[in-house]
């Protein structure tokens, strides 16, 4: 089993940056994927960012140039940088991790962009 757990999130200006860490712990495999999805409420879930073990990256269209996606393979852990954040990136942020066809997901962080 493997648990994932997001910190970072919080009220922020637009313009402004934040930055969202996601620590895994269990049973993980060397061979996964790690990434960030964001969910508003009565919405799907959307792919954010996501980098493989080997740093290859995938950005949403809508974050490109603006949001970074880094992880540290030795620490389990995964991060975010938000920068020229907009109000339309207003959203519980979850982090998620893919290994061998299991999903797994974290608790989600909230992210609020307003003035």
């Known amino acids: 089993q493997v648990q994932l757990v997001e910190s970072g999130g919080g009220l922020v200006q637009p313009g402004g940056s934040l930055r969202l860490s996601c620590a895994a712990s269990?049973?993980?495999?060397?061979?996964?994927?790690m990434g960030w999805y964001r969910q508003a409420p009565g919405k799907q879930r959307e792919l954010v960012a996501s980098?493989?073990?080997?740093?290859?990256?995938t950005y949403a269209e809508s974050v490109k140039g603006r949001f970074t996606v880094s992880r540290d393979n030795a620490q389990n852990m995964v991060y975010l940088q938000m920068n020229s954040l907009k109000p339309e990136d207003t959203d519980l942020y979850y982090c998620?991790?893919?290994?061998?066809?299991?999903?797994?997901w974290g608790q989600g962080t909230q992210v609020t962009v307003s003035s």
């Open positions: 998620n991790l893919v290994s061998y066809g299991s999903n797994y």
């Open positions: 269990g049973s993980i495999s060397r061979i996964n994927v």
């Open positions: 980098i493989t073990g080997y740093g290859s990256t």
